[in-house]
């Protein structure tokens, strides 16, 4: 005993309890024991597995329903994929035509398998706006499907519907003239129908992002070249 631990002694104070420390050496002989058993159990089970079965039975796959002998045979199936590339040809415009990839904002301009021209475009942002005075709402998305070129214009003019003039916040004009808006739309258009084209922008910085109204912008070099290649009746495919 220290002469600290002396100083502090009371021999009045009743004496504690020492803890009792169990040996490691029979903690993991405990351990061990608990793990061959475990693994003794396991065995069992496997063994019986083997010598009683499982309760399923085993054998080949069903033939899938519906299958055709084309699917087994690969000259079959090679002569149907064949069938159907040419049936693909087959719908491949002869003339110049017009792919719109809405979600990678990409334009091509296409001439059977050639690409001609890859380029940046803006479709329709997607975006919902609601005219809480008027009941009415708007979703401002590019459409899917194949159209063709009804129209081609040059120096297009914007005719502002009323959601421009709800989404600005200002009232809606009764002259007609008030809606007129030049300038905003590039060189040329080329419409496909329910007022929808295919356009010039001043904000080319934001080609790439899904941020029109609906139609589809592109940069002016790039439509000069697809206005020049592009005829009415052109077909557009928009996916």
Known sequence: MTLPSLLDFDPDEPPRPRRFRVPSVVVRVRTLWVVLAAGAAVLIALAAVVVLGSGYSYGPAAAARGATAASTDPARARAEIRKIQAELRRLVPANPYVVVDRTNNRIYLRRGDEVELTALCSAGSGSVLVDEAGGRRWVFDTPRGRFKVLRKITDPVWRKPDWAFVEEGEPIPRDPGDRIEYGVLGEYGL?????????????????????????????????????????????IFIF
Do not use: K, N, W
């Open 191 to 235: 419409y496909f129908g329910d007022g929808f084209l295919i356009h010039g922008t001043l904000y080319e910085r934001l080609l790439g992002r899904s941020v029109s109204h609906g139609c589809i912008r592109v940069g002016r070099d790039d439509l000069r070249q697809i206005y020049r290649s592009a005829q009415v009746g052109t077909s």
